[in-house]
């Protein structure tokens, strides 16, 4: 069973930058396409970006343009780099396949100050 520990949070101002990474015990990436999610307080966990086998990226309208999702198949590590930080970005990042179907991690905070 594939378990996923995401890394990389923390406090940063805002137009900061932070690197977050995914580690999977076992091959994330036996499904094609995996992404980065998160969740805000009071509000629904959404997608951030996806990334497929071949390397398609699709990102949130939200963050197009300030994140960069990659992924390493040979170490199972999924990365999102985050630039440009926005307030609006405050959440807790998770990872998983896409659709999400492995269970969750405890995700990674992310607190942007203004």
């Known amino acids: 069973q594939v378990q996923l520990v995401e890394s990389g949070g923390g406090l940063v101002q805002a137009g900061g930058s932070l690197r977050l990474s995914c580690a999977a015990s076992?091959?994330?990436?036996?499904?094609?396409?995996v992404g980065w999610y998160r969740q805000a307080p009071g509000k629904q966990r959404d997608v951030v970006a996806t990334?497929?086998?071949?390397?398609?990226?699709n990102y949130a309208d939200s963050v197009k343009g300030r994140f960069d999702i990659s992924r390493d198949n040979a170490r199972n590590v999924l990365y999102l780099q985050m630039n440009n930080l926005k307030p609006e970005d405050t959440a807790i990042y998770y990872c998983?396949?896409?659709?999400?179907?492995?269970?969750w991690g405890r995700g990674t905070q992310v607190t942007v100050s203004s």
């Open positions: 990334i497929t086998g071949g390397g398609r990226t």
């Open positions: 076992g091959s994330i990436f036996k499904f094609y396409s």
């Open positions: 998983n396949s896409d659709p999400a179907a492995i269970d």
